[in-house]
């Protein structure tokens, strides 16, 4: 073998090993041993995707960390209220970096090797956090943990797409977004009672967590198919199937499919997803996640405080930890709904209820203006804008909160799916950078403006849906790659 076929064939090795571990044992042991020990070691789908969801609650307490500690972090350390808008943000500028490196990582080394890659930055970037004296520890953290997010933003969806049976996908994958609104919704309520040094060393727990618990789960077996690992990915599938499962229709299924890919192209460049069998799919997710962030959920997010006080509301903090347990709680129904209602209906009903949501909120404010301060109207459409602030809240989580990252992890062909899925995870971040950045400048032009441009974007979101979104409920991954051929 030349120098150049074992270079390319150590680059194909995983960062994590792959699985085989749970085999044991020689090829010669008898059926009895293998079959014993694989028993033994049969780890559920639901106990992976449970590791793996470390990962988004990581994400999410990173989201939310910047919420609490505002008021601390600028007293101790004599920020602006520019620079700590600049910390706010720099999540989602390291995020974009993350994203643009995160589908080859993942392709390269594997979702394993890709998500411990994650986790040391962001650890260390919490530690930064954690020991700042100025703002340039305090940004470096912000950057280093916005780069491990990116990461896991694209490489958890796609992991637990990967590993769950087609009935339970739906739900195992919409487990992502709901880890992200329990981190959240953890820095909220922890924010209340720590100080902000403190609650950032609490912020390495679930990397710290996860980081060994990869060892424990088995690589992604489409992957491993993909690298031509025949041995590891059928142990990888049995483990995750069960040692009593018959995987050999599913095993054969994964096989054509990858062969097919591997035929068409074995690298794909960006001239090739101008093609309908690439082009559609990524069109779809990219549209999904950008729509997601278009609908205004930070710009409503980041205001709802404002709204919460006009309301009445003496703790805007209590108040930002209700909505998050709100969202917690709505994503969960959704996680429920979504392999029995399928992914159409509810992105469906959510866009629709977050349109309405939306227009409540804009008409109230537009009325607002119009009535005295003092007045009981004034009062009653202050409430009326907080059950909207709830309502939109609510729609986001039942369906445009989890599903588009769910869809993007579906439908993406195997063999584009590294470079796609870099291009739509970047696309997510820059929205949601974009949004956060300009909803201050929109606020301060008009409120009721603002809730208005939110609103017609989620109209359309709810045409896009109608129009081009596919069903993948009760699908495999292979059936949807053969629906755009």
């Not at 890709?114 to 954690?130: D, Q, T, Y």
């Not at 896991?152 to 797409?161: L, R």
């Amino acid at each position: 073998m030349s120098d150049t076929e074992e270079a390319r064939n150590d680059l194909r090795k995983p960062f994590i090993h792959t699985g085989s571990w749970y085999r044991m044992g020689s090829r010669q042991s008898s059926m009895m041993g293998s079959s014993q020990v694989i028993r033994d070691s049969s780890i559920s789908v639901l106990a992976c995707v449970l590791i793996v969801a470390l990962g988004p609650i990581q994400f999410g307490f990173t989201c939310g960390y910047s919420s609490p500690t505002q008021a601390a972090i600028t007293k101790d350390l004599g920020l602006t209220v520019s620079e700590y808008s600049v910390f706010g943000s720099l999540s989602n500028v390291g995020a974009m970096v993350g994203a643009i490196a995160s589908g080859q990582i993942a392709e390269y080394i594997g979702r394993k090797g890709s998500l411990m890659i994650a986790a040391v930055p962001n650890i260390i970037g919490w530690l930064c956090i954690s020991f700042a004296k100025d703002t340039s520890f305090l940004y470096m953290g912000r950057l280093l943990e916005g780069f491990g997010v990116g990461i896991i933003s694209y490489t958890v969806p796609v992991y637990i797409a990967e590993i769950a049976p087609q009935n339970m996908r739906g739900g195992l994958g919409s487990v992502n977004q709901l880890s992200v609104t329990i981190g959240i919704m953890l820095a909220y309520f922890l924010g209340l009672f720590v100080p902000w040094r403190i609650l950032a060393v609490l912020g390495i727990l679930p990397c710290t967590v996860l980081i060994p618990g990869l060892f424990f789960i088995p690589e992604s077996p489409r992957w491993l198919a993909k690298m031509g690992k025949t041995d590891d990915f059928e142990t990888s599938l049995q483990v995750l199937r069960g040692f009593e499962t018959d995987i050999t229709v599913e095993v054969n299924e994964i096989k054509r499919s990858v062969a097919s890919s591997t035929k068409r192209s074995s690298t794909v460049r960006f001239v090739d997803l101008k093609r309908r069998r690439y082009c559609f799919p990524l069109m779809v997710g990219i549209g999904l996640l950008v729509l997601q962030q278009l609908g205004g959920i930070n710009g409503v997010l980041f205001y709802s405080s404002t709204i919460f006080e006009s309301a009445g509301v003496t703790s805007s903090n209590a108040a930002t930890f209700g909505v998050g347990a709100i969202q917690v709680v709505a994503t969960a129904i959704s996680t429920w709904l979504v392999d029995k209602a399928g992914r159409r209906l509810l992105l469906t009903i959510s866009s629709v209820g977050m349109t309405i949501s939306l227009v409540i909120v804009a008409a109230a404010f537009y009325l607002k203006e119009f009535v005295s301060h003092d007045s009981n109207m004034y009062s009653m459409l202050s409430i009326l804008s907080v059950v909207g602030v709830v309502a939109m809240v609510v729609s986001f989580s039942l369906g445009m909160g989890p599903i588009p990252w769910l869809i993007m992890s579906e439908i993406l062909p195997v063999n584009i799916k590294g470079l796609a899925g870099s291009i739509a995870t970047l696309a997510n971040w820059f929205f949601s950078w974009l949004i956060t950045m300009t909803a201050n400048l929109l606020l301060a032009w008009s409120s009721g403006g603002t809730f208005t441009l939110y609103a017609v974007v989620c109209a359309f979101t709810v045409v896009f849906v109608t129009l081009w979104v596919p069903e993948t409920k009760g699908k495999t991954l292979e059936e949807l790659q053969a629906l755009f051929r």
